[in-house]
């Protein structure tokens, strides 16, 4: 009988570009598009500099772009560098339901990285992509959200899988090599959630490098004749038992081939943590309607689910990356700011003292719901100094799979978050990608803006 990770291996490195729905490769190129854009601003956020020093001291030599940059580097460093940039301004895609997974931020970078040391035709890179989706999502989905409450950062612990995937299929790993990537990659899972509890949130942005690049390795060390256990998912001392509880076996196999869970893709609109879209979108929705400022509220009460209480409920955030992390942090800066511009989130925002002032003024509370709700969704409370009080209840967000973020709206996010960095807009990026199913070397074409 086969291993999880054997069934997961013997799906990737089998899977052709001809058996993935058109809607699945859409999805996917979405995803792609996304997280380019997103890689691309990251670059320029100031806490980026240590990780773009540090790439260009150590990864001279290569061919492998560094988002947002001229630098070309060898494959793990873009790897890491590209995985912390799409990581660093809460603005890369996650999935819905969620499940722990950063498909984007776990993805692209190590595929990026390896595409660029190699000849690969652009569907063979869209079908590694979807093979790398489907078996990160599975791993995630069987953890059933309990990674986290054990206090390991989700995406740090299951991005290594994803990226050796990604990077073992370009790599043309055959099954046994994809299985020992998969065993090499549960030994350099890792991401502790102390950050949210301390400050010094930076270092969140580095799980996600660190996955990507742990990917590259991972695939690199298989196809050179290095092992891991087959078991590394289910067995005693593997993923379901060590990062997870109570976590469900059936879950890392299940429908392979069969349900396409890249259609289950979300986007961000705001430079927040996932689980203030609702109320920072309900914010907005009743600015719109009522004309308030910031300065007419009173306070804010925001019910929802578990995690935000649990890990956001972050009345005093040190720093802008907990800024970013912190639910009342967010729904304060949106009744004054317009969060759908990134420049929104800045040290001069993290210090004014009216935001800080109100952030201390937005309660949390749990949401009692029904099976059918939303665990994103959110009831908004405001009650302005007028004594008017406000309500908006929402299950979603644009962006959800409910509320599908099209082309277009990708591209009005894409636009705004490299605007500044775009030269030849004649050469869209963004349109490259979208008609990437064309390309003869992905590596070969132009990565830059």
Known sequence: MLTAAQTLADFAVKLQFEQIPQAVVERAKDCIIDIVGVCAFGSTVPSSKPMLAYAERYGKGGRSTVLGTSLKVLA??????????????????????????????????????????????????????????????????????????????????????????????????????MTNALGIAGSLSSGLL???????????????GHGAQSGVMAAMLARDGFAGPATVLEGKFG????????GDANRLTADLGEVWR??????????????????VTAILQLKS????????????????????????????????????????FCVALACYLDPRDPSAFSETTLNDRAIR???????????????AQNLLGSRVTVRLKDGRELIEEMEHFPGTPEQPLGRAGLREKFETITGSL?????????????????????????WSF
């Open 194 to 208: 102390e950050f949210a509890k301390s400050g010094g949130g930076t270092v969140k942005r580095l799980h996600l």
């Open 76 to 177: 793990p460093m873009a790897a890491l560098a590209n995985g912390v940039f799409a990581h660093s301004f809460e603005m890369d895609n996650l999935v819905s339901p969620s499940v722990g997974v950063h498909p984007g931020a776990s993805l692209l970078p190590p595929a990026l990285a390896v595409a660029q040391e190699m000849e690969v035709p652009g569907r063979e890179f869209i079908a590694a992509f979807v093979a790398g989706f489907e078996v990160l999502h599975r791993i995630g989905s069987a953890a059933h959200e309990t990674t986290e409450s054990l206090g390991f950062h989700a995406p740090g612990v299951t991005g290594p899988f994803g990226g050796a995937v990604v990077a073992g299929r370009l790599l043309k790993l055959n099954a046994e090599q």
């Open 422 to 446: 775009r030269q030849n807009r004649p050469a869209d990026l963004f349109d490259t990608i979208a008609t990437l199913e064309r390309a003869s070397d992905v590596g070969a074409q132009s």
């Open 289 to 328: 309607r009522f004309g308030f400022a910031g300065d007419d509220v009173a306070e804010v009460t925001v019910a929802g689910g578990a995690k935000m209480l649990s890990h956001h409920d972050i009345a005093e955030p040190r720093d802008l990356a907990m800024a970013q992390y912190s639910t009342p």
């Open 262 to 279: 890249t259609t289950r893709v979300m986007f961000k609109r705001y430079s927040c943590h996932i689980t203030a879209h609702v109320p």
């Open 239 to 246: 993923y379901l038992n060590v990062f997870c509880r109570d």
């Open 357 to 371: 002032q109100l952030c201390r003024n937005v309660k949390l509370e749990l949401r009692k719901q029904t099976p």
